[in-house]
């Protein structure tokens, strides 16, 4: 058990006794006469022990909250150099498949294919498939580490080919955030010794992720007409095991079904690849931008390190 574990339980029965907002949610749902659909994935799993809670805590509890929340098939994009370095790594995943839960492709390194050459990074994806093949049923997805699908048009192409021969279909998200920051910012929290109220963190995580949620899904029905079968990009780690049946509820007042990360790719955008190289933000975005909108206007403020660092010590969640 990590060495917060026993304060950390304390605080725990206070966060879920702790609603997420009547208010907030009255007015969310009043808002949303027609159910809207998302899909949830974590990146990087297995990552290893965080601050709040060891890897097989995390994992123990990702699989407990999401079945709590009643949420079957989300995605676990495997970052394969990590199960033999985290702890319990390959258990871990079996553990997030014996529950339902899906894994696919993420890279064996983590290399940004704009950093990378194709050939290179086609080889890292290589040693992750070979490593994924000792597990069942996983996914034919993979994503792309950093959401960098290439920095020029003939290595985006040749990566893309180069999936295409192998087999695996894009995992892109639709929903882009900030949540690896938000966990860095409680890092610093611990490493200061500063009093986290994790009732004011849980609610801040909802907040800015359902506003993301939001956001994206707006660019969506101004670029396609419609809300798509969304994916909302979330990573592995303790914030994500403490809050992820907060989230959920928070989806579902404000509109929205959570549904299998299988079915999300069953949408039409899956096969209209965006004619363009900024696909950093996800499919949607990217599709905006070769629509014609500007860069700036497809990014969440939520995006941006200073202002969530503003947030965070506003709500006295950093020294």
Known sequence: MHRLAGALGAIIVVMHVTAIGAAASQETSQANEER???ALSFDDAPRLDGTLLSGTDRTSRLIAELARAGVEGAGFFVLAGNITKAENGAERLRAYQAAGHFLANHTDTHPSLSRTSAEEFLADVDVASEALASFENTLDLFRYPY?????DRIKQAAVEDGLAERGLRNGYITVDNYDWYLQALVDEAVAANHPLDLSVLGQTYVELLVDTVEFYDSIAQETLARSPRHVLLL????????????LVLGLRDAGWDIIPLDAAYQDEIADKVPNTLFRGQGRVSALAHAAGRAPRELVHIAEDESYLR???EERGLVP
């Open 36 to 38: 809207r659909e998302i």
């Open 147 to 151: 959401l960098q699908e290439g920095d």
């Open 235 to 246: 990573h592995e780690n303790d914030i994500a095991a403490l809050f992820i049946y907060d």
């Open 310 to 312: 503003a947030l965070f």
